[in-house]
């Protein structure tokens, strides 16, 4: 079992760039699956990053491919998002969430564990 913590969210420019990160509990933590998500006012929850356990495996989506870049440290029990770039559509709640087994990599369900979620704000 896991906890996650999220932190970094903050109001920024657009074009400018952000670096979240999510700490987590758990011995285990290096065996698990690792994704971000985000989700803005009206809509669905969105996969943005994910990461293998071991780190040598990253997934991304079109809408963040080349800005986004998703990193761990399993000696830290941390994964961090390097975001660059941003958008105002960029702008939403971003949570960290974490499973041993991942079949889909966007599919939220497929994590069991969940962070509280860090507010991202990207002005125009």
């Known amino acids: 079992q896991v906890g996650l913590v999220e932190s970094g969210g903050r109001l920024v420019q657009a074009g400018g760039s952000l670096k979240l990160s999510c700490a987590a509990s758990g011995r285990t933590f290096s065996t698990y699956m690792v994704g971000w998500f985000r989700q803005a006012p009206g809509k669905e929850r969105e996969f943005v990053a994910g990461?293998?356990?071991?780190?040598?495996?990253?997934y991304y989506p079109e809408s963040v491919k080349g800005r986004f870049t998703i990193s761990r440290d399993n000696a830290k029990i941390t994964v961090s998002l390097q975001m660059n770039s941003l958008k105002p559509e960029d702008t939403a709640v971003y949570y960290c969430?974490?499973?041993?087994?991942?079949?889909?990599?966007?599919?939220?369900?497929?994590?069991?564990?969940w962070g509280q979620g860090t507010q991202v704000t990207v002005s125009s």
């Open positions: 969430a974490a499973d041993r087994r991942v079949l889909d990599w966007v599919r939220a369900r497929d994590y069991g564990y």
């Open positions: 990461i293998s356990s071991s780190g040598d495996i990253t």
